[in-house]
């Protein structure tokens, strides 16, 4: 006999709410049907309603931990739609504040991870370790979250003391090696609970079209930063991890080594950050009739935001914006089938969904 | 030739593509959007999403449907005179959200698909949320 168990929209298992209802068999998850909207604002459409400089703050609000992301994918779109282009120095900063962000995200994402395994002390650590990558964040912009970094044609503030974040990072980057990797990849509570656990495979996760680390755990190795890179990623060397499990402790993986990569990141885009300006300023802005598109590859996988404007208009006719948890979550479906019960809360968070991304 | 470059051809398209706003755009003519969702997956590109696009006056809606093949952005635009179009649901698969969030927001039908709620619940109304005017 089948029975269906809802959890959400308000669980204590979910960060935001959103609903999981369960089709179970004993204590088998038999199938599953997900329910959104919980969080819907309009923010689309209340990008029509604002002019250049609103719509940047307002899309920031789009998400809580990739804000500097939407910001720079709405920027990098309306900068082909004025021809403004960053100069080389604004580029290396928009390197550095979106690795900064990946660090934040999949740290937080261990954290809430480790909670929901019952690894409470990891769940401190990891925790104690993202208030070290939000104070860098807060060095830099001044913020914690919204940090009002980008503009159309570059960035607002400079990184004055590179040497200075160098030493952080380099901090940062011993603490997740002494820590963080070699626990969640070798403690048996962690292995216990993930291995195995909410596989998607290769082939649905490519029918999917699942991005980012869900992606890349499931053998699917794409990345934006490599495939089509932005802002200075074309300077930048680094690796892009693929596992081909395509369970939580490939999802785990994942993220634990593109912590390592986003460090050896930062560390040259530091070293090397050009001399220059910050932006091409704001006196030359204008806008043509058109539609643009730019993509990013943001901690949880692609962001694409499609805008359209009109020549004279103040404000643009369109903003869309496609984020990775609107297409990585229906994969949630899939990895909860024939999953015990008791696992759905980890399988639902290894994507690290953001359900207000994907109500927004 | 890159398989880029050879994609009109396969699609039947005499002009190439045009590169604007960081978009290698193509306008199909006569091919349906079911076609295109069937070369699409022949040459294993990435579904990525649609946009749709409320066209001033009667003009009805665009919808502009983006896949990325080998990290190029590809868009094939659609106009909708009434406020229906094909839907490619059962040809591809990640298609399933972002046609009912479409059709929740603007009450465009995707015709041979039923569709869940998404974002709205049962009952509410169709096209209020993202329709210049709601009707």
Redesign the interface.
């Known amino acids: 006999m089948s029975y269906t168990i809802p959890m959400g929209p308000y669980h204590p298992g979910l960060e935001e709410p959103y609903k999981l209802d369960m089709i179970c068999e004993g204590e088998t998850v038999r199938d599953a049907?997900l329910?959104?909207?919980f969080n819907?604002r309009?923010i689309?459409?209340l990008a029509?309603t604002r002019n250049h400089v609103q719509v940047i703050a307002l899309m920031e609000r789009v998400c809580g931990i990739c804000s500097f992301i939407h910001t720079l994918t709405l920027c990098?779109?309306m900068e082909?739609?004025t021809g403004l282009t960053p100069p080389p120095r604004a580029k290396y900063i928009r390197v550095i504040m979106a690795e900064l962000e990946r660090l934040h995200s999949h740290v937080l994402w261990a954290g809430i991870a480790a909670k929901l395994m019952g690894f409470k002390t990891m769940f401190m650590t990891c925790f104690a370790l993202r208030e070290q990558v939000m104070d860098l964040l807060q060095a830099i912009s001044g913020n914690r979250v919204n940090y009002s970094m980008n503009r159309i044609g570059g960035v607002n503030r400079d990184i004055e003391d590179p040497q200075a974040l160098l030493r952080m990072v380099e901090a940062l980057e011993k603490e997740m090696l002494k820590t963080v990797i070699p626990i969640f990849t070798t403690s048996t509570t962690a292995i216990s609970r993930c291995a195995g656990v909410g596989v998607l495979t290769h082939e649905k996760a490519?029918?999917?079209?699942v991005v980012g680390p869900v992606a890349r755990a499931s053998g699917v190795a794409?990345d934006?930063r490599k495939?089509?890179p932005y802002a200075a990623y074309e300077e930048m060397e680094f690796d892009v991890p693929v596992q081909p499990a395509g369970d939580v402790t490939a999802r785990l993986l994942v993220r634990a080594l593109e912590i390592m990569e986003s460090c050896k990141i930062l560390r040259q885009a530091l070293t090397k950050l050009p001399p220059g300006e910050l932006n091409a300023g704001e006196s030359k802005i204008s806008f043509i009739t058109?539609?643009?598109?730019?993509?990013v590859e943001a901690p949880r996988g692609?962001v694409?935001y499609?805008v359209?404007w009109k020549e004279g208009s103040q404000k643009p006719?369109?903003v869309?914006v496609?984020t990775p948890t609107?297409?990585n979550?229906?994969a949630i479906r899939f990895m909860v089938q024939e999953a015990r019960l008791a696992d759905t809360p980890l399988i639902q968070a290894s994507i690290d969904p953001c359900y207000s991304c994907t109500?927004r | 030739m890159s398989l880029l470059e050879t994609l009109p051809e396969k699609l039947g398209v005499a002009d190439s593509w045009t590169e604007t706003g960081g978009v290698h755009w193509l306008t199909l003519g006569p091919m349906g959007i079911r076609d295109l969702a069937k070369a699409m997956n022949a040459v294993q590109a990435r579904f990525i999403t649609i946009t749709a696009i409320e066209l001033p006056g009667e003009e009805g809606f665009r919808l502009e449907y983006h896949w990325d093949l080998d990290g190029n952005l590809l868009g094939f635009p659609f106009t909708l005179p009434g406020k229906s179009i094909d839907s490619i649901y059962d040809l591809c698969e990640a298609v399933d959200w972002i046609e009912r969030e479409i059709h929740e927001g603007y009450a465009i039908d995707f015709i041979g698909r039923e569709y869940d709620p998404l974002l709205l619940r049962e009952g509410q109304r169709m096209g209020v949320n993202l329709r210049k005017e709601a009707e």
């Open positions: 049907k329910h959104i909207g819907f309009g689309e459409h029509e990098s779109a082909k739609l490519v029918s999917l079209g794409q934006l495939a089509a058109g539609t643009a598109t730019a993509r692609e694409m499609s359209s006719a369109r869309h496609r609107f297409v979550m229906p109500d």
